[in-house]
């Protein structure tokens, strides 16, 4: 099992450039999540789905949308990129809701 | 408001010492469920333990144990016999929700230094 794969590692972006950061489980996990770290703190919800076709907001959605079409893939995109969205960006899975989450590697994104 | 708080930024322990990290929460749900997590420099998540609302005993997990305190609405991490290897950032985090949209939310992290 490869676990949770995210690319690409790093970006760097102009500010109003729009882009997708790619997710992908191959665990079976219905639960998946996107955070933020910004540096010195925690991390942030984005946005979560809990399954294919279901999705929801988490503490910072604004600027980000997502998608749920397969269980495998939940994708993030950055509409149009402003400096305030560098970050590095967390994707994970969970097998249920009081399960452990596993993470990817993680997206180093920055905006100029 | 925040939902997680862990009050101390910073840490310091000698090695092989224990160590308390702390973490208060709130939510009115009365399902829930607390974690905690471990960064490394290298950035990954580690998960290290979980605890439910309605676990009876405190969770544990080798070195790892949770002090559940649930009229306080606290869960701290106990690590025994620190180690060099648990210099990190340890962040408490929550599940909380209605059982079909639960959501994962993060606290602000602490930052552990094992002396030597």
């Known amino acids: 099992n490869a676990g949770v794969t995210q690319t690409p590692k790093f970006q760097v972006l102009k500010t109003g450039q729009s882009m997708t950061l790619q997710c992908a489980q191959d665990?079976?996990?219905?639960?998946m999540s996107w955070y933020r770290q910004d540096p010195g703190m925690g991390l942030r919800l984005i946005h979560y789905?809990?399954?294919?076709?279901?999705?929801d907001q988490g503490e910072v959605p604004n600027g980000y949308n997502v998608s749920r079409s397969t269980t495998e893939d939940f994708p993030l995109r950055l509409l149009s990129a402003a400096p305030s969205q560098t970050s590095v960006y967390f994707c994970a899975s969970s097998e249920g809701l009081a399960g452990k989450q596993y993470f990817g590697p993680g997206t180093r994104l920055t905006v100029t | 408001a925040q939902k997680i708080t862990q009050t101390q930024p910073g840490m310091f322990v000698q090695e092989k010492e224990a160590v308390t990290l702390d973490c208060t929460y709130d939510?009115?749900?009365?399902?829930?469920?607390l974690f905690w997590y471990k960064q490394p420099s290298s950035g990954e998540m580690i998960f290290l333990i979980y605890?439910?609302?309605?676990?009876?005993q405190n969770a544990t997990e080798g070195r790892y144990s949770l002090n559940f305190q649930k009229a306080r609405k606290s869960a701290n991490l106990v690590i025994s016999a620190s180690q060099l290897g648990d210099s990190a950032m340890y962040f408490c985090a929550m599940r909380e929700g209605d059982g079909s949209y639960d959501k994962v939310i993060f606290g602000p992290g602490t930052s552990l230094s094992v002396i030597p």
């Open positions: 789905s809990v399954g294919a076709g279901i999705t």
């Open positions: 605890q439910g609302s309605y676990d009876q």
């Open positions: 665990m079976n996990h219905e639960y």
């Open positions: 939510t009115s749900d009365p399902s829930y469920g």
